[in-house]
């Protein structure tokens, strides 16, 4: 008689579902990153796109209220906190950094909260449009761009 080895016999369920296991990880983790990465890229025009209307705004404003000479008044205020807010918004994607700083690199920028960042950024905007009596634009991004 052939010598018969039982105990893979048992353990052949588990031996199948460990290696489907695997092999649908792997290949989750690849489309995840795929998915991932283009979501990201859509979320970031988005989030941009409304930044640079909210800096276009308050350059514009600025600059009528440095030619009406009104350097001292609320609004040049709010305007000068909203584009200093504005130029604190990280430009790289925090993920792609490694997750400790190097030699030099202060700990701030890797630790910014950029949804707390853009909750404040959006009240300077409020602020902003208060002060020079405009109504604030809800923002809603812009469809799709058809290549």
Not at 11 to 35: K, M, P, S, V
Request: negative net charge; hydrophobic residues 35%; glycine residues 8%.
């Amino acid at each position: 008689m052939t010598d018969f080895d039982l105990e893979s016999l048992v353990h052949l369920e588990e031996t199948f579902y460990d290696d489907g296991y695997q092999g649908g990880f792997a290949h989750g983790r690849i489309h995840g990153l795929i998915e991932g990465r283009a979501l990201g890229r859509e979320k970031g025009y988005e989030m941009w796109e409304e930044i640079g209307f909210y800096e276009g705004f308050a350059m514009l404003w600025q600059s009528i209220l440095l030619r009406d000479g009104k350097q001292e008044g609320r609004a040049f205020q709010h305007s000068k906190r909203l584009l200093n807010l504005i130029s604190t918004f990280p430009l790289v994607n925090p993920s792609n950094v490694e997750t400790s700083p190097a030699v030099g690199e202060d700990d701030a920028e890797m630790t910014t909260d950029i949804p707390k960042l853009f909750r404040q950024i959006r009240s300077k905007y409020k602020a902003l449009c208060t002060t020079v009596n405009v109504r604030p634009k809800e923002f809603e991004p812009s469809p799709e761009p058809s290549y």
